[in-house]
């Protein structure tokens, strides 16, 4: 039977991982974007030509797009969504027309990720991305000032962010700033302040129902298209999974998923199933998600947290952590056995290491990569769930 297949994620040859490196390590797969090309916009014909071209000279193969990113007028249902979502489904046609057929995506709300940390140095030495939530509520409180924040934290959480917040140095204020105006992979450049202010204030008025009905309209729109071309769609889970500054999140649990698969029955609408984004909620039985939805799962990632009693958490090794990485490697290789009894889905389910340490040489060249993307942390990520996978396999007999 078929293996995982094992990708790994690139953007680009000025972001300090080479295709050239990554082919070294052992990665059968590439999972890149179009990064150039403005969100909504229609990525060209032949951009996707250039990049697979790129990809391949170095014997690799693009297995798949991450991401086409949702203009915010879809996502906030705004009159001009329907032209986005025109332009978005040539998207999907042209890729199909040169083999790209797996696409991920994400509904996030204001930014793709939010950390208060990127360089939380470890008992190791190394240094892993990190949520706190009294960071983040004293950003909300201080820093981007929302509106009426107050009365979302109870006195006592109030009190700590506030006494952080007067702890921290100018310098130190200002590196919290950039650290969760940083979460949107693809580009260095930070969002700015304003217009995070601006966004953000126009998505309070939005409620979770609404920002459902907006997903669930896109989906009614893309999905019979994506099933006419053999495109896969699947969605990102909220990073993390639960409310920050005071906005809704609609994919961070078992129910989100069930209604987003349920409001548009397809096997083109799927899931990017991502261990460390749910695994930052313990209320979320992610063996449950794989064993519910696993036949809707086009597309892994694969990494862990370790979860904190005060609610904050940080990056970890991929095999340690507060997610049972052996137990989430049986369920997933069990959907491969099913895929192939019954002939239905792709069995060798593309995965890639996500998040990885920075350590050893990276050190040396820790402002060459995004945040979380380091070539050694990941690589070892690699080869420790490529070791996962053939031990489960060899306990199974498979």
């Given at each position: 039977?078929?293996?995982?297949?094992?990708?790994?994620?690139?953007?680009?040859?000025?972001?300090?991982?080479?295709?050239?490196?990554?082919?070294?390590i052992g990665a059968e797969g590439i999972v890149a974007a179009c990064q150039e090309i403005p969100v909504g916009d229609v990525w060209p014909l032949e951009n996707i030509v250039a990049l697979k071209k790129e990809i391949e000279s170095r014997g690799l193969e693009w297995s798949l797009v991450e991401s086409v990113n949702i203009h915010t007028s879809i996502k906030y249902g705004l009159p001009e969504r329907d032209a986005h979502i025109a332009n978005y489904i040539q998207t999907l046609k042209n890729l199909a027309e040169i083999g790209i057929f797996t696409v991920c995506y994400n509904f996030m709300q204001l930014i793709d990720w939010t950390r208060t940390d990127l360089d939380y140095i470890l008992p190791t030495g190394a240094s892993a991305l990190r949520y706190n939530p009294i960071a983040a509520a004293a950003f909300d409180l201080f820093i981007l000032k929302r509106e009426n924040a107050k009365v979302s934290y109870t006195n006592e959480h109030y009190c700590?962010?506030?006494?952080?917040f007067n702890g921290l140095s100018t310098i130190q204020r200002k590196k919290l700033e950039e650290a969760i105006l940083a979460g949107m992979p693809g580009s260095r450049a930070l969002i700015a302040l304003d217009d995070f202010k601006i966004n953000h204030a126009t998505v309070l008025k939005i409620s979770k129902e609404k920002l459902q009905?907006?997903?669930?309209?896109?989906?009614?729109?893309?999905?019979?298209?994506?099933?006419?071309?053999?495109?896969?769609?699947?969605i990102h889970p909220d990073d993390p999974p639960f409310s920050v500054f005071g906005v809704p999140r609609i994919v961070s649990n078992y129910e989100d998923i069930k209604f987003?698969?349920?409001?548009?029955p397809s096997p083109s609408n799927g899931l990017t199933f991502c261990s460390g984004s749910l695994g930052a909620s313990a209320d979320n039985d992610l063996v449950k998600i794989i064993e519910d939805f696993g036949n809707r799962i086009h597309f892994i990632h694969l990494r862990n947290v370790s979860r904190q009693g005060d609610g904050s958490f940080y990056e970890a090794d991929h095999l340690s952590g507060s997610v049972a990485m052996e137990k989430l490697m049986k369920a997933i290789v069990k959907e491969q056995v099913k895929r192939k009894q019954n002939g239905l889905g792709i069995v060798d389910i593309p995965m890639r290491p996500d998040h990885g340490h920075i350590l050893l040489d990276d050190k040396?060249?820790?402002?060459d990569f995004y945040s979380g993307y380091s070539l050694i942390g990941r690589a070892l990520g690699l080869a420790q769930l490529t070791g996962l996978e053939r031990g489960i396999r060899e306990g199974l007999a498979l």
């Open positions: 039977m078929k293996y995982l297949k094992k990708t790994f994620r690139w953007f680009g040859p000025s972001f300090g991982v080479s295709l050239d490196e990554i082919k070294q700590e962010a506030s006494d952080y009905e907006n997903l669930a309209y896109f989906l009614k729109a893309i999905i019979p298209e994506a099933e006419k071309i053999g495109i896969r769609m699947a987003l698969l349920e409001c548009c040396k060249r820790h402002n």
